[in-house]
């Protein structure tokens, strides 16, 4: 555990990114397999399962501390997170422990067969054996927050240097669903084969935006400069569902969705075409609502994701279908190296022959002969119920992560309104004790009505300076959230807006967020209900 | 009927009637008595002033011409019948707790104060008193300073291993206070110590006050960045970002203050390290500086004011929250250094009429202004 509340300590130190990576090669160099592992999977995302209730451990942090609730409570405001909170709170440790990572893990699991008091005699102990570094990432473990300033890339650039693998096969190799506990760094590292795991996905190819504003759009001519000829490209609508990889291998299926999770059972009306498939395919698409043919707005499959269990009304209501865009595996054959159009043409022969035409869809290639008429048909895109239009490269590969150059997404205009600040709250992490979380009103007649809550989009020196305002500017606490003079004025862009019930100004807006500072508009000019509502 | 405090909260500042003066008042007054020179405590525009004589001449720096009687801890003034007496506070150099008495009636005024004997400035001496007016910056539980000690030992490595890898060291704090601290405390067999003009020209004022310091290098327009790589530079926080600064690339920068304990407060500053190092008391000391003065009342002025007056309550203090304008201005804390053209920026800082707000360590938190509202 030292060695790894270390690393947490070292990569917090610094900005740099070869220091990182240093940092993260002398972890991998210095700790023993089974650790290597249990680092990998929490840096990937792979939080344990949380063992105690964080309600138990805050009264327990509590009482060790002796203070009160209302304090713990004030404290955790200052500092934006519980995992240090509780650090900063507990008495200076008595005993110290030679834990490995891999032992406290395990303890940690074990945890569930436990009576509480067991527990709580278990977690004392703990505390007082670690220090305060150590006590630190040991309470991101427990209380599964765990999420560390240093990119999933970084991590597989140090394993790639010191394992001479490269970076596309270990980033390969860690995806999927592998615990740490079965997963070994001998299986990881080995060759060939040997530790595929059939279910494993494919990192996905993320496109890069082509930048715009409202206020500047890129012009055919741009495009030629920076894109080349439009023949080398091949066009298809941004859709806006959700990302997945589907797998059929060995006679079993599997849907990933982007975050990494499985979401096979997620989806059950796409089971069937995908049982079909012949073994060895893996898909890239996106999975929409649609009804009668057409896509539905996303807000409808949003109702879907996040339940447990999916009624019958559910599945009535928004079934799903998939909108294929690319063909991974074929005949068991890894393919992303042949060319998007190779790609494209073995896609549309294993569409052909599937029996599930409504259910298994294929994203049409949009006819253009030059960047003039291109961006003419971008125009549509909101009555295609489109985002606006992907843009690949014919001869690319289909490559591993977020990478400019071949995969291009060229968005429509993003709705926005002036909007009024009236309420503020802290934020957390970086942002701890700074107002940073804000909620907007719109005018309706004399009064402002708030229908949004944003937090990104400032930069750092505005959130100062929003923050100061905050402070001197507050009428009303009720507990976090601050009443704010009604003063500041934002534009706030939006990707969608739908009718709310749940909500005081009657709408809800998907994707929110700051996209400038308004200091040039005084709060009188702000935008009305009424132009909200139109954009509806 | 209930007599006049001898002390009350106005809004030029805390004043006592019977005497005729303020102390730390933030408004033009007759007479000021001044705990420290701290921007938001000593401000410019009274007609007399009383001060430690340690602060003379950072004080007379910092505000120009000034009709200035300083004394020595201890030493007693009177004025109107009333006693006016200095003791050490511990938080910079010169800087005092007011005690004012009358009738045997005590009451003492804080200004900004810590426990730890920093080496430099006369260590706090708790005095007995009926009321206490104090200052909680940091009257959060999670503010616990570590020895400074130890604090020293991890900057000494940090410096020693930029040193070695041909890394320039850029240690940030407060111009008075935490920079001579800093300063006294450097492993001077690794290097040597230079400085920004602002930080300088406090050296200078102290030096000119009998303070004996170590030996400091003022960067000028001919320091040149291969000279400065195997020392440490002492900068002011309004140097962080600025072209003076990067002027010195390749560089490692690490900032001195007791917000830095927070991970979050760290990130912001994107410094490479934070060192957790205050001039002010934290939990534990504020908590035992206010139980060793037997105080009957106690009216906290900044910081963390609301919550930490609560809790004195809670645990059996008579505690009152107090608004003043102490804590200084949270927009100047971090703001980037007036955008000074490039070229003119190295010997800006030995233009000596530029001083930097600072203390402001008693701000991010939302601090006096808190109070305010």
């Known amino acids: 555990m030292k060695a790894f509340a270390q690393l947490f300590l070292s990569l917090d130190e610094t900005n740099k990114t070869n220091e990182k990576v240093r940092v993260l090669k002398e972890y991998f160099l210095s700790v023993p397999d089974t650790d290597k592992m249990h680092m990998l999977a929490l840096f990937t995302g792979r939080k344990p399962k949380r063992q105690i209730n964080a309600t138990l451990v805050r009264t327990w942090a509590m009482e060790m501390a002796h203070i009160p609730v209302w304090l713990f409570e004030e404290s955790y405001q200052v500092v934006g997170d519980l995992a240090e909170t509780i650090t900063l709170l507990l008495p200076k440790s008595t005993n110290s422990s030679n834990k490995t990572l891999t032992e406290w893990i395990a303890e940690i699991n074990q945890l569930g067969a436990k009576t509480e008091e067991e527990r709580k005699q278990w977690l004392i102990s703990s505390w007082e054996m670690l220090d305060a570094q150590e006590r630190f990432v040991f309470n991101k473990l427990l209380t599964g927050g765990f999420r560390i300033g240093v990119s999933q890339n970084l991590v597989v650039k140090a394993l790639a240097d010191i394992s001479k693998l490269d970076s596309a096969t270990i980033t390969h190799r860690i995806m999927g669903n592998w615990s740490p506990e079965e997963y070994t760094f001998e299986q990881l590292m080995a060759e060939e084969g040997a530790s595929d795991d059939i279910s494993r996905p494919y990192p996905f190819f993320l496109a890069y935006p082509i930048q715009e504003t409202s206020e500047k759009q890129k012009s055919p001519d741009e495009l030629q400069l920076a894109l080349g000829d439009a023949g080398e490209w091949q066009a298809e609508w941004k859709w806006d569902g959700i990302r997945a990889q589907m797998i059929k291998r060995d006679d079993k299926i599997f849907i990933w969705s982007r975050g990494e999770d499985l979401a096979t059972e997620k989806f059950p009306e796409l089971h069937p075409f995908l049982m079909a498939l012949p073994n060895g395919t893996v898909l890239d698409g996106e999975i929409l609502s649609f009804q009668n043919g057409l896509p539905m707005p996303f807000n409808v499959l949003q109702t879907r994701i996040g339940r447990k269990n999916l009624s019958k009304k559910i599945l009535e209501e928004s079934p799903v279908a998939v909108i294929a865009y690319d063909c991974l595996e074929y005949a068991g054959e890894d393919i992303r190296n042949k060319t998007q159009s190779e790609r494209r043409e073995i896609l549309e022969q294993v569409q052909a022959e599937t029996r599930h035409p409504e259910i298994f869809r294929i994203s049409a290639l949009i006819d253009f002969k030059s960047w003039d008429e291109l961006s003419e048909i971008r125009g549509q895109s909101r009555s295609m119920i489109a985002e606006g239009i992907m843009l690949k490269r014919k001869s690319a590969a289909y490559q591993v992560g977020r990478r400019r150059g071949d995969w291009w997404k060229w968005k429509i205009d993003a709705l926005s309104i002036d909007a009024v600040m009236i309420y503020a709250q802290k934020g957390h992490g970086r942002r701890a004790d700074l107002y940073t979380d804000y909620t907007f009103a719109v005018w309706d007649g004399d009064k402002l009505v708030p229908f949004a809550k944003a937090y990104s989009g400032l930069t750092d020196e505005e959130i100062r300076k929003v923050d100061n305002f905050v402070k001197r500017n507050t009428l009303e606490k009720f507990g976090p959230v601050r009443t704010v003079k009604p003063q500041l004025v934002f534009e706030i862009g939006f990707e969608g807006i739908n009718y709310s019930t749940r909500h005081k100004s009657g709408v809800a807006l998907r994707f929110p967020r700051i996209l400038r500072w308004r200091t040039d508009k005084p709060m009188e000019e702000a935008d009305t209900l009424e132009t909200l509502r139109a954009l509806l | ?373």
């Open chain 2, 1 to 373: 009927m209930a007599k006049k405090p001898l002390l009350e909260f106005t809004d030029k500042g805390i004043y006592c009637a019977r005497g005729s003066f303020y102390i730390d008042p933030w408004s033009p007054v007759d007479d000021a008595v001044i705990t420290h020179a701290h921007s938001d405590h000593a401000r410019a525009g009274s007609k007399r002033y009383l001060a430690h004589r340690d602060s003379e001449q950072v004080l007379r720096y910092r505000l120009g011409e000034i009709q200035l009687q300083t004394v020595g801890y201890g030493e007693k003034v009177m004025k109107n019948g009333v006693e006016i007496s200095l003791y050490p506070a511990g938080h910079v150099i010169g800087s005092a707790q007011i005690r004012v008495c009358y009738q045997d009636e005590v009451w003492v005024v804080s200004g900004d104060y810590k426990m730890e004997n920093d080496g430099i400035s006369t260590p706090f001496e708790p005095v007995p008193c009926h009321h206490f007016i104090s200052e909680c910056t940091f009257g959060m539980p999670v503010y616990k300073w570590k020895p400074q000690v130890e604090t020293f030992n991890e900057i000494n490595s940090w410096w020693r291993h930029n040193a070695a890898n041909e890394l320039a060291t850029v240690i940030v704090g407060y111009s008075l206070g935490k920079a001579q601290r800093i300063l006294q405390n450097l492993d001077l067999s690794i290097g040597k110590v230079y400085t920004h003009g602002v930080i300088e020209n406090t050296n200078e004022a102290l030096r000119r006050n009998g303070i004996v310091l170590n030996e400091t290098h003022r960067i000028t327009v001919d320091t040149t960045k291969e000279e400065v790589r195997k020392g440490i530079i002492i900068a002011p926080p309004s140097a962080v970002g600025s072209p003076w600064m990067r002027r010195f690339n390749p560089y490692d920068f690490g900032y001195c203050s007791g917000w830095m304990s927070i991970r979050g407060a760290k990130r912001r500053r994107a410094a490479d390290r934070g060192f957790v190092l205050s001039d002010h008391a934290d939990w534990d000391g504020l908590i035992s500086a206010i139980d060793a003065t037997g105080c009957e009342k106690v009216y906290l002025t900044h910081g963390y004011t609301a919550s930490f007056t609560r809790y004195l309550n809670e645990i059996g203090f008579d505690a009152h929250e107090v608004h003043t304008l102490y804590g200084g201005d949270e927009l100047e804390e971090e703001a980037p250094p007036k955008s000074s053209p490039e070229g003119r920026t190295l010997n800006d800082s030995s233009i000596g009429t530029e001083v930097d707000n600072d203390d402001k360590e008693a701000s991010p938190s939302g601090g006096g202004l808190e109070g305010a509202i």
